[in-house]
T-cell receptor, first 111, second 113 residues
Framework: TQLLEQSPQFLSIQEGENLTVYCNSS?????LQWYRQEPGEGPVLLVT?????EVKKLKRLTFQFGDARKDSSLHITAAQPGDTGLYLC???????????FGPGTRLSVLP | KAGVTQTPRYLIKTRGQQVTLSCSPI?????VSWYQQTPGQGLQFLFE???????NKGNFPGRFSGRQFSNSRSEMNVSTLELGDSALYLC????????????FGEGSWLTVV
């Protein structure tokens, strides 16, 4: 069974600070997605990474897929209150059909 | 293009009743999957449909069922509702060719009293 772990579970920081959250597994994934979910809403896709070692940037967000495709990180520069939410990572198996979700990191950015 | 649409957004049911939730995928998407999200368990996979066939199923009791229609729209049904079924039910769709990415709807909030 493929499992994804995320750390930290909770994170509360001040506006303007930088942060990194992690998504780890002992399994290899064909791709990995990061989502942000706000209370009462469905998860919104932020990025998909496919190639080991891949780095993608989305404004102040930087996503990295591990070389072995078992882990990923999300780095946020100069966090803003609008970044507050639950960050979920999800890994797809080699067929791209089965998705496994991590438990999420709940981020709170205080003004 | 329009996103994944789920109805209803909110509903309250009584223990023992049954409920049907509906999902319209993104136009052109043929795969639809369902998830249950609770504070304690996080996002848990229910089942996935493609071309009206259930391809994958999570570890949920038989009270949870679903189906997909020829236009790719999907429904899920929960019978004999229990208090523990209270959750956000999320539908997601994906292109078969782009099976690496799934897109979620806003979810249906079910409260069982």
């Amino acid at each position: 069974t493929q499992l994804l772990e995320q750390s930290p579970q909770f994170l509360s920081i001040q506006e303007g600070e930088n942060l990194t959250v992690y998504c780890n597994s002992s399994s290899v994934f064909s791709s990995l997605q990061w989502y942000r979910q706000e209370p009462g809403e469905g998860p919104v896709l932020l990025v998909t990474v496919v190639t080991g070692g891949e780095v993608k940037k989305l404004k102040r967000l930087t996503f990295q897929f591990g070389d072995a495709r078992k882990d990923s990180s999300l780095h946020i520069t100069a966090a803003q209150p609008g970044d507050t939410g639950l960050y979920l990572c999800a890994g797809a198996d080699n067929y791209g059909q089965n998705f496994v979700f991590g438990p999420g990191t709940r981020l709170s950015v205080l003004p | 293009k329009a996103g994944v649409t789920q109805t209803p957004r909110y509903l309250i049911k009584t223990r023992g009743q049954q409920v049907t939730l509906s999902c319209s995928p993104i136009s052109g998407h043929r795969s639809v999957s369902w998830y249950q999200q609770t504070p304690g368990q996080g996002l848990q996979f229910l089942f996935e449909y493609f071309s009206e066939t259930q391809r994958n199923k999570g570890n949920f009791p038989g009270r949870f069922s679903g189906r997909q229609f020829s236009n790719s729209r999907s429904e899920m049904n929960v019978s004999t509702l229990e208090l523990g079924d209270s959750a956000l039910y999320l539908c997601a769709s994906s292109l078969v060719a782009d099976g690496n990415t799934i897109y979620f709807g806003e979810g249906s909030w079910l409260t069982v009293v």
